[in-house]
């Protein structure tokens, strides 16, 4: 059924694109030319590949620690011969890397938070995390539910500087560093990794949120959209449990 539905969405895009550009394309790259760059790898596109889980500022593990955990469910797993629950997030990652990494000169997405492109692999790389939330709920131990907490906490803070900080703000002070900073330093030195600047930025003048305004050295907050999205998710919360 997935399949048959995937196959049916890529051919209304082609069929789309054919009629508007006049060659199948998805998005704007030409399909024949894609596939043909999908086998050719180079230097630079092993290069892309390499950066794509861990560089300092644009890596999907960096951006999101706590997806790491989801390696810890492959020997889970294995051991309970489980196959076909490994098959899904093991296929799409390097599928996603290699696809993304024929843009080797921009395989994190431009001027975004994190690595765009990776956007669509999230949620199934968190639903590899269910073995390993089941194996922390059969073993209950301390240990290793304080290890989990540290690296959904560390996970939060790197999400909630993100979210709370405009993009901008940042890559206006990388551009006054250097005017190709937001495109060169801010993906190969740690020091100007947006994960940092954003949080260094983390005050209540420069906060972001729609409930949030900062007017004359005052911080005002409407509390009821926080409060219901609270309620939302301690909702959600519930009906998981």
């Not at 939330?133 to 993100?162: D, H, T």
Request: aromatic share 14%; charged share 15%; net charge positive.
């Amino acid at each position: 059924f997935v399949t048959l539905a995937s196959a049916a969405v890529f051919g209304l895009i082609l069929l789309y694109n054919s009629s508007v550009l006049g060659y199948l394309a998805l998005g704007s790259r030409r399909v024949p030319d894609f596939i043909s760059t999908f086998f050719a790898v180079t230097p630079e596109t092993w290069n892309a590949m390499a950066q794509m889980p861990f560089n300092p500022g644009k890596g999907l593990f960096t951006h999101s620690p706590i997806l790491l955990l989801s390696l810890f469910a492959i020997p889970i797993l294995l051991r309970r011969r489980r196959f076909g629950e490994l098959l899904l997030p093991l296929l799409l990652v390097p599928v996603f890397m290699r696809a993304y990494s024929t843009a080797y000169w921009i395989w994190w997405g431009g001027r975004n938070w994190g690595p765009r492109y990776f956007v669509p692999l999230l949620p199934f790389l968190a639903i590899a995390l269910a073995p390993v939330l089941q194996y922390l709920l059969q073993r209950r131990s301390r240990a290793l539910w304080a290890g989990f907490a540290m690296v959904a906490a560390l996970s939060l803070l790197v999400q909630i500087g993100g979210l709370a900080v405009n993009l901008e703000l940042f890559a206006s002070q990388l551009t006054a560093i250097r005017e190709d900073a937001p495109w060169t330093l801010a993906i190969t030195d740690a020091r100007y990794s947006e994960i940092i600047g954003h949080l260094r930025l983390l005050r209540p003048k420069n906060l972001d949120f729609a409930w949030v305004r900062y007017w004359d050295e005052q911080l005002s907050i409407d509390w009821l959209i926080p409060f219901l999205c609270a309620v939302c998710v301690a909702g959600a919360a519930m009906g998981l449990f």
